[in-house]
């Protein structure tokens, strides 16, 4: 009897592990993503196919110079957010041109691989497309 318990207990130990580690793209990465958008123009503007205006962060890196012991911008970089489970048609705008651009995501190996490592996270993330990832994007016109 003793022995059924302590069976009992480490399949429900076991069990609640699994369920707690389930899904793990979505919980610990979410339902976006990150563009990067290469040599992107200052003026850029993007649209989805509906119109919509996609939002365009911008981040600056700092270099530290020893020689004068501050740090300098080094780069300028773009990125977009986009959710992960669909497909986008983007209309890039710069000055008078025009690009429209198709950008799909693709399945991240990394999080594959740790859902089917503990068996039932797949179905959530491969359902909600939390897996997935976008490439960077080159905008050139």
Excluded: H
Aim: aromatic share 14%.
């Amino acid at each position: 009897m003793n022995q059924i318990i302590k069976t009992a207990f480490y399949f429900c130990l076991i069990f609640t592990g699994v369920l707690a580690l389930n899904s793990c793209a979505t919980v610990f990465r979410g339902y976006e993503d990150t563009v990067d958008l290469i040599n992107a123009p200052d003026d850029l503007k993007i649209y989805t196919k509906e119109g919509i205006e996609i939002p365009i962060q911008t981040l600056k890196s700092q270099k530290w110079n020893i020689e004068k012991r501050e740090f300098e911008l080094d780069e300028t970089f773009k990125s977009i957010t986009l959710r992960t489970n669909r497909d986008y048609i983007l209309i890039l705008k710069s000055e008078n041109k025009e690009k429209i651009l198709e950008v799909y995501p693709t399945l991240d190996a990394g999080w594959a691989i740790l859902d089917f490592l503990f068996i039932f996270p797949w179905i959530v993330d491969a359902y909600t497309g939390c897996w997935n990832g976008f490439s960077p994007v080159v905008v050139d016109f």
